[in-house]
């Protein structure tokens, strides 16, 4: 069978989900958990075969492609691919998920087999969003990934509001996943594709909606439905909400999870943009200032926190500001500056909200109240943390820094004020991540239960050491993530900035009635 018949993207996503089967009936917790790894390891080289197999010199088109008919009266099929904006996501959802798995071993203490099952079941459907190229199916997955994140938050919360917080994750999602249906309609009823018989037929392929853009006075309307669905994910302000509230009270596995992969900014770079070229080009004002919005806005709330996790909670949504930023720039820098960016925060905001469980499983808070001192007694964690923590302000010699590089020229390229804005966020994120860093790690030890904490566990040292190397290396060695996305970005960017403008009449008048 050759790589193009090989379904190796149905299998990275049936794979997980048979592994959260049989991790389910496992019944004994040892072995739930040797079997959630052992899919997860297996789930992780399979999605660096596909990256393998992926040529990034025809970056611009979906490669790996598995056409299927679904649902042949609505035109709908099972069609998967990938191109150089999603491959890289395939192999970061994969590791985080096994660093996730890895980081539960020892902190979840009841319902193991389930937690271990929800966490595979959860990488299936996020591998899914990822390679998902029809509407349809797409939405499929987006809405199935609201089930084990409700029960993961709910279930194995560490806040005594868990539950409050698994139900406002999943009434903030929906209401995106209206906006997002909605849309999806839109443009599946106003594509004009040609049937075997009388009239047309809906389309809801992706390949197909990019080759036939919509009439200009729709692409307002699906531009804006399209990111008010993701903004709600991403998160932008002012749906942020949910995120410092699922990241207290969530498990640091949930919620690494959350901070760690953006599936709404894939879903605006994806979607938003490019099935609605004449409308993103328009709009991309408003695009960047509420980038820069949340930028600033959240860099100035993780100012003021004094714990890791809800500071950590507000980083990853000034970070993800500065991505929106990078996109609404629509130049190379800003597109290629803004899946870098994404792309870091498997390893860095993944990893550092991690460390952030790791202490609170020691010591039962991650308020500065109950630290100081940390790096006496844990001399590894604060290594690590101290990696991904430069990391995450950029600091050169990390993969920080080309990402928000590219993004501050970006930035500046577009307009001087959204520059100004990035440059501030980033001195603002140096500020609330030395500043926790120094009341946490350093100074006297005030209460005498830091001295009786243990310092990394073996598999948790090896855990992180796998991200924090990648971070130096893609710090040294940035081209080895930019030549995979180089060939797509350019054609993303074709497509937004030299669409040709389409009439309503172009399409009333063909032959829908005759």
């Known amino acids: 069978m050759s790589v193009a018949n090989f379904p190796l993207l149905s299998l990275l996503i049936v794979l997980p989900l048979l592994g959260a089967i049989a991790t389910g009936l496992a019944g004994d917790k040892d072995r739930a958990r040797k079997i959630a790894a052992s899919v997860a390891v297996i789930e992780l080289l399979g999605s660096l075969l596909a990256l393998y197999w992926f040529n990034a010199d025809d970056g611009g088109q979906f490669q790996l492609v598995e056409r299927h008919a679904w649902i042949a009266s609505l035109n709908v099929e099972y069609l998967l691919g990938i191109d150089g904006i999603s491959v890289l996501f395939l192999p970061m959802s994969a590791f985080l998920t096994l660093m996730a798995i890895g980081a539960s071993w020892n902190s979840i203490q009841h319902l193991e087999p389930f937690h271990y099952a929800l966490l595979l079941a959860l990488e299936g459907l996020t591998i899914g969003v990822f390679t998902a190229l029809d509407m ?165 709330i993780a100012l003021y926190q004094s714990n890791l996790r809800r500071l950590l909670a507000y980083a990853s949504v000034s970070h993800v500001g500065l991505v929106i930023v990078g996109i609404a720039a629509l130049n190379m820098q800003g597109i290629q500056g803004a899946i870098f960016q ?58 920080g820094f080309p990402a928000e590089l590219l993004l501050i020229i970006s930035a500046l390229a577009a307009h001087p004020s959204l520059g100004i804005a990035a440059l501030a966020a980033a001195v603002l994120g140096a500020a609330y991540m030395l500043d926790y860093t120094r009341r946490a790690f350093f100074g006297p030890i005030i209460h005498q239960t830091v001295w009786q904490l243990q310092d990394l566990r073996r598999r948790e040292l090896l855990l992180l050491c796998a991200p924090a190397l990648l971070v130096l290396v893609f710090g040294l060695f940035p081209n080895i993530i930019l030549q995979v996305h180089e060939k797509t970005a350019e054609a993303w960017l074709s497509r937004i900035l030299e669409q040709p403008v389409i009439e309503s009449n172009e399409i009333a008048g063909t032959d829908i009635m005759d």
């Open 136 to 300: 349809v199916l797409f939405f499929l997955f987006w809405e199935l990934t609201l089930p084990p994140i409700f029960f993961l938050i709910g279930l194995w919360g560490i806040g005594p509001h868990r539950r409050v917080a698994a139900v406002k994750y999943t009434l903030f999602m929906l209401f995106g996943g209206a906006a997002l249906l909605i849309a999806i309609v839109i443009l599946a009823l106003n594509t004009d594709l040609p049937a075997d018989g009388v009239g047309t037929k809906l389309v809801f392929s992706l390949p197909v909606l990019l080759e036939k853009p919509l009439p200009d006075e729709l692409q307002g309307t699906v531009f804006l439905l399209l990111l008010l669905a993701f903004a709600v994910k991403t998160p932008l302000i002012p749906f942020h909400t949910w995120m410092p509230t699922a990241t207290m009270e969530g498990s640091p596995q949930v919620a690494a999870l959350l901070t760690g992969l953006k599936l709404g900014a894939f879903g605006i770079i994806r979607f938003t943009m490019p099935l609605a070229p004449s409308a993103a080009v328009e709009y991309s004002w408003i695009l960047g200032v509420l980038g820069a919005i949340t930028l600033i806005y959240g860099a100035l």
């Open 342 to 399: 994404l792309f870091n925060f498997t390893l860095v905001a993944g990893s550092l909200m991690l460390i952030a469980g790791f202490i609170h499983h020691r010591l039962g808070s991650t308020d500065c109240v109950h630290l100081g001192g940390l790096a006496k007694v844990m001399p590894k964690l604060t290594c690590f943390y101290f990696v991904f923590a430069l990391a995450s302000i950029g600091v050169p010699g990390t993969s």
